[in-house]
């Protein structure tokens, strides 16, 4: 008993230790009944996303309806696929259901995703070699309490992944020591499914990585040859790994590839602005306290959301250790100088540092793997005193860096004493306390400087958080759930949209663009980085730019399918149409409109696709219906059946739709459904081919005659995705098999 204690004292103290951070950091929390919450996306949309997720899964496991699709998120959504990015993936999802409040099972995720942290890196260090338990338990905590992992806090799908990766380290090192690759595996199939977005970087960063364990644990020349076929074991459970996460991964990687965002980037600079260089040498010092705040900060490096939203920060105290490799000569040192300086040439050339982002703009998210090999470098060089002459030499290598950095600064003006007066006078008490923990080290006073940086962490990572959360939005319904729901129950029509202010839900706009989702009804208005990629030119034509939508123009909101608008005051309601007072919800008088659109109706008016792209066109978009040329050849030349609408029989499920439409003339049929090859369409039980029109939406061309339609949606990819997943199933248990049979064959030699 005695033995195992002592086997497992490090973890043991580690837990109890994050623990403790973990009640200190959060403390106004937990004691308040408040969640945490991020005051940006994770308000915005994450929370509504688990909610909507959540809502989906209940009717899966009560009615059997598959989770594919979704009407509550914006004119409707592929959420299977769109949101593998944010929540399909979440394995800790069942866990987040077992709490009444969906924030407050979310913010136990965020504990356990902290403790579960220092673990992983610690296991990782482990692996590595890392024997000492003081430094242990050291950079384990500085990892999980890092100025990056903060910024994950409420950004549960980057968190996850943060979470878990050292685990795909350590697999890797496990191979390297002959110990098999059933970790490796497991642990990239836990990745993907976290976030497959930073499994394309990392996947990168374990070549690299991969070459450096290699070359550094051997103590003979290697050639390169010999290396990449020592590695085929890996890449082949690698495979492995990402085929068994394909069930859910292969449907989001293609819908993803339909988003213009990804590989479609102009012309990248050669070298960032020299703001950008300052702010990430400074970041090693400063704690995120400048995002998503008003307050000016010297330590912002970009122009964009994707090069200021990232930080460095893990403790002053590994600053004077991690320079010291350069300033040495030692075959170690070389090696770990040599494999850092390539992680930091990708992250400070643009079209390099593009790469590491799917071949976008140039961006700085991918910086945990910087912070990830900081902390390595530093356990590799306090465990074994590889550096201990020149760590001194290396706190002040950085310092002159900074200081020169800092006198440019101020001659170019980025700096100034009045707007960032605030953060000189914290940066004067940063270098202050660099100089006292380079005197420590100096001292060789470890044990004091890990107490005092364990201080300094805990300190800035609670400051930190209650700058995050200053925003704090309780969500207060502005409309009665419940009468919604009974209202819809006894309106005949089976699928219609609603039209809601949303300057009349909540004080701040973009808070309220998702609250559709939380109270259960289709809606015209969204805040999502994952909208169908389909919608782009329809969008653009109602001039909006991809993210925060708010239709409000009465002639799209008819064609939509609106029935309902939800106003404040009548003055509200557009003029020119005519509405019916219904009843009163709350302080909203709710009104029908009267020549509101169903699903699915006819147009015989068109415009060429081409002209819109160009913005040569005016639409009327009740009268006139976008084409593209293969579609307008077909009926061009044809007398087609004017104005009649599609009657909606049967709303099975939100995967499903069942209705007919009795035509004397060809006709070409639109339903306010956005265009997803995911979609089947059959016509009297036959398929038939459907087209994209007015600029994102489904078009059928039918003949005259009685048509009985049934509309059924798949992912696309889902049923390659479950073979494929299939597949890496039963290669993963011949795995298991073999790593037994060699366990067996060792103890028998």
């Known amino acids: 008993m005695k033995n195992k204690i002592v086997k497992y004292k490090v973890p043991l103290l580690l837990i109890f230790i994050s623990i403790c951070f973990i009640f200190i950091?959060?403390?106004?929390?937990?004691?308040?009944?408040?969640?945490?919450?991020?005051?940006?996306?994770q308000q915005l949309q994450y929370n509504y996303f688990y909610q909507e997720?959540?809502?989906?899964?209940?009717?899966?496991?009560?009615n059997h309806i598959t989770p594919f699709y979704s009407f509550n998120t914006f004119l409707g959504n592929n959420f299977f696929a769109s949101k593998a990015y944010y929540v399909t993936g979440d394995i800790f999802f069942g866990l987040v259901r077992m709490f009444d409040s969906l924030e407050f099972g979310l913010m136990i995720e965020t504990f356990l995703l902290i403790l579960i942290s220092s673990l992983t890196f610690s296991y990782f260090l482990r692996c590595f070699g890392i024997k000492k338990p003081s430094i242990i338990i050291w950079a384990s905590l500085l990892y999980a309490f890092s100025g990056i992992a903060e910024l994950y806090v409420g950004q549960y799908m980057f968190h996850r992944f943060f979470c878990f990766l050292p685990l795909l380290l350590a697999g890797v090192e496990k191979y390297r020591a002959q110990k098999g690759v059933l970790l490796f595996c497991v642990s990239t199939f836990v990745l993907f499914l976290s976030n497959y977005y930073f499994m394309f970087s990392t996947s990168i960063y374990l070549v690299f990585y991969y070459f450096f364990t290699i070359i550094y644990h051997s103590d003979s020349e290697l050639k390169i040859i010999t290396i990449l076929k020592s590695a085929i074991p890996l890449i082949v459970s690698y495979i492995i790994g990402f085929m068994m996460s394909c069930i859910l991964i292969f449907p989001a990687i293609l819908y993803v590839l339909g988003n213009d965002r990804i590989g479609n980037n102009e012309f990248i600079q050669l070298i960032f602005d020299l703001k950008v260089y300052i702010g990430l040498f400074f970041s090693y010092l400063a704690?995120?306290?400048?995002?998503?705040?008003?307050?000016?900060?010297?330590?912002?490096?970009?122009?964009?959301?994707?090069?200021?939203?990232?930080s460095l920060t893990t403790s002053i105290a590994i600053i004077p250790p991690l320079f010291s490799i350069f300033v040495s000569k030692e075959k170690k040192a070389n090696i770990l100088r040599n494999f850092y300086i390539l992680l930091l040439v990708f992250l400070s050339i643009p079209c390099l540092n593009s790469i590491m982002h799917g071949f976008s703009e140039p961006s700085f998210r991918w910086?945990?793997?910087?912070?990830?090999?900081?902390?390595?470098?530093?356990?590799?060089?306090?465990?074994?005193?590889?550096?201990?002459?020149?760590?001194?030499?290396?706190?002040?290598?950085?310092l002159f860096i900074f200081s020169?950095?800092?006198?440019?600064?101020?001659?170019v003006h980025i700096i100034d004493i009045e707007t960032h007066s605030i953060y000189l006078?914290?940066?004067?008490?940063?270098?202050?306390?660099?100089?006292?923990?380079?005197?420590?080290?100096?001292?060789?006073?470890?044990?004091?400087?890990?107490?005092?940086?364990?201080?300094?962490?805990?300190?800035?990572?609670?400051?930190?958080l209650l700058i995050l959360n200053k925003n704090y939005y309780e969500f207060v319904p502005s409309l009665n759930k419940d009468y919604i729901h009974y209202n819809d129950s006894l309106d005949i029509d089976k699928f219609y949209r609603m039209y809601v202010n949303p300057k009349n839900l909540l004080p701040s706009s973009d808070l309220n663009l998702n609250q559709s989702i939380n109270m259960g009804y289709k809606s015209t208005a969204t805040y999502d980085s994952m909208i169908e990629p389909s919608l782009k030119l329809f969008l653009n034509l109602n001039n909006f730019d991809w993210h925060i939508v708010s239709l409000d123009d009465p002639e799209v909101l008819r064609m939509l399918g609106v029935k309902y608008y939800y106003v404040v005051d009548e003055s509200e309601l557009p003029e020119g149409y005519q509405f019916q007072y219904t009843t009163n919800v709350n302080h909203f008088k709710v009104y029908e409109m009267t020549e509101y659109r169903p699903i699915g109706f006819t147009y015989n008016q068109f415009i060429k696709r081409s002209e819109c792209l160009e913005r040569k066109c005016k639409i009327n978009w009740n009268e006139q219906l976008i084409v593209d040329d293969d579609l307008m050849e077909i009926i061009e030349n044809n007398d087609l059946q004017e104005d009649t609408n599609f009657e909606l029989i049967e709303y099975f499920n939100e995967n499903s739709l069942y209705g007919n439409i009795n035509l004397t003339k060809p006709a070409v049929l639109f339903f306010s459904i956005p265009y997803n090859k995911g979609w089947q369409i059959y016509d009297n039980n036959q398929y038939i081919e459907y087209f994209n029109v007015q600029g994102g939406f489904i078009g059928v061309y039918l003949e005259p005659g009685d048509h009985y339609l049934n509309l059924i949606f798949k992912p696309p990819g889902f049923k390659f995705g479950v073979v494929l997943s299939a597949i890496g199933v039963v290669l993963f248990i011949f795995l298991i098999i073999n790593d037994i049979h060699k366990r067996k064959m060792m103890k028998f030699k």
């Open 25 to 41: 950091a959060f403390y106004p929390y937990i004691t308040n009944n408040r969640p945490f919450l991020f005051s940006a996306d």
């Open 53 to 62: 997720w959540d809502r989906m899964i209940e009717l899966f496991f009560k």
């Open 287 to 310: 704690y995120p306290f400048n995002v998503y705040t008003d307050i000016p900060n010297m330590f912002v490096s970009g122009q964009n959301g994707h090069l200021t939203w990232y």
């Open 367 to 398: 910086i945990f793997l910087i912070v990830l090999t900081n902390l390595l470098i530093f356990s590799v060089i306090m465990n074994d005193n590889l550096l201990r002459a020149k760590i001194v030499r290396g706190g002040f290598v950085y």
């Open 404 to 411: 020169i950095l800092l006198v440019l600064a101020f001659i």
């Open 425 to 464: 006078l914290a940066l004067v008490l940063f270098l202050l306390v660099l100089f006292f923990y380079i005197y420590l080290y100096k001292k060789n006073k470890i044990m004091i400087v890990l107490v005092i940086s364990c201080v300094e962490i805990l300190s800035l990572y609670t400051l930190s």
